[in-house]
């Protein structure tokens, strides 16, 4: 099944692919690698989840933020090749949490982006190798930030941006 049939199955709601705040691109393409800039938890509504998990969020709000980043990214895709099927398979990401000093399970919070990957593009080309940190603060005190590196599958890419 495709990423974009997926997608409408899973019946999910992406927010508007954001817009750099600093001078960056959201995704550089090298060869078949897309690499993509840190993204943040974006809702639909233009607002951002914020707080330290462990101290301001719990574990389930700051896994919930990871998902959040993951549609943010869905949508910086999809707005960036006009389709997720131009992904061939999540490399890698790596996560960042705000995280109390004494919190400890940040893999556990960035399993939130990646069980939606996995959703989306299916366990294998879905889970990818993966980093887990716990940094602090985080711009504008936002509880997650996540970048990834995709491969593409060039015959379906089309960059619109």
Known sequence: MSAESRLLELNLELPAAPVP???Y????IVGNLAY?????????????????VGMDLTLAQGKEAARQVGLA???TLKKQFGTLDAVKRVVKL?????????????????NGCSE????VWGKDKGVGARS?????????????????IFELDLPK?????
């Open 157 to 161: 890419v089309e960059v619109l941006e």
């Open 36 to 52: 993509m800039s840190g993204h943040g938890p974006l809702r639909s509504d233009g607002t951002l989840i914020t707080g330290q």
């Open 116 to 119: 939606l990957f996995a959703d």
């Open 94 to 110: 790596l996560g960042m949490v705000n995280s109390a000093p004494d919190f400890y399970d940040h893999p556990k919070v960035i």
């Open 132 to 148: 887990a940190v716990g940094m602090g603060p985080l711009p504008g005190n936002i509880a997650v930030e996540i970048e990834g």
């Open 73 to 75: 990214m869905l949508a």
């Open 21 to 23: 705040v600093a001078v």
């Open 25 to 28: 691109k959201p995704i550089v």
